[in-house]
């Protein structure tokens, strides 16, 4: 089974700032290890939604501050200037495996 | 627009069975397989299985197989979760989502989400 692992688990960051989370995956690297990496974001009492697939294409309609990089097992999703509405939890999944989420506050 | 449409919140009894719906609009239904995904009370994501609804064939999580079943009728659009026997720990809101499979695994647009309560 792959594991997926968030870091870190919660992270405060002031408005203005850069957030960046962690992705780490126990899948021997492959190239498909890339292209099945998506990022989503779940705001309270709504379902996630897409922000990010192929490890660092945005969804149509996500904001260009959210940005995704990395490759083979290593996979990084950063918020470049944090906004109030970005509060939200923030998974990354790889093939069928899901991180267990990091929590993104406003510090 | 692409939507997925689930069927409302359940309370259940331990032992009871349930079907939750998932109803597609806005794309050919079976141009896309659709996958179901648990989440906990304040926990994280777990998928939990997913089908293609051309011919109906599902695969599922092996931690779930055999508590799950999706099926669905595709001259209606709509794909079902069933889960059998029910516990107090599966207690959780479920998720449908549409599944690309593109060269990719992603999935885009989710459904609203049934909220599923099984208390005695």
């Known amino acids: 089974d792959i594991v997926v692992t968030q870091s870190p688990d919660s992270l405060a960051v002031s408005l203005g700032e850069r957030a960046t989370i962690n992705c780490k995956s126990t899948?021997?690297?492959?190239?498909?290890?890339?292209?099945?990496l998506s990022w989503y974001q779940q705001k309270p009492g709504q379902p996630p939604k897409l922000l990010i697939y192929w490890a660092s294409t945005r969804e149509s309609g996500v904001p260009d501050r959210f940005s995704g990089s990395g490759s083979g097992t290593d996979f990084t999703l950063t918020i470049s200037s944090l906004q109030a509405e970005d509060v939200a939890v923030y998974y990354c999944?790889?093939?069928?495996?899901f991180g267990q989420g990091t929590k993104v506050e406003i510090k | 627009e692409v939507q997925l449409v689930q069927s409302g919140a359940e309370v259940k009894k331990p032992g009871e069975s349930l079907r939750i719906s998932c109803m597609a609009s806005g794309y050919t239904f079976t141009n896309y397989w659709i996958t179901w995904v648990r989440q906990m009370p304040g926990k994280g994501l777990e998928w939990l299985g997913r089908?293609?609804?051309?011919?109906?064939?599902?695969h599922y999580n092996p931690s779930f197989q055999g508590h799950v079943t999706i099926s669905a009728d595709k001259s209606v659009s709509t794909a079902y979760l069933q889960l059998n026997s029910l516990k107090a720990s599966d207690t959780a809101m479920y998720y449908c989502?549409?599944?690309?499979?593109?060269?990719?695994?992603?999935?885009?647009?989710w459904g609203q989400g049934t909220l599923v309560t099984v208390s005695s």
């Open positions: 989502a549409r599944l690309h499979t593109d060269d990719s695994i992603r999935f885009d647009p």
């Open positions: 899948q021997r690297y492959s190239s498909y290890n890339t292209k099945y």
């Open positions: 999944q790889q093939y069928y495996s």
């Open positions: 089908l293609d609804p051309t011919d109906s064939y599902a």
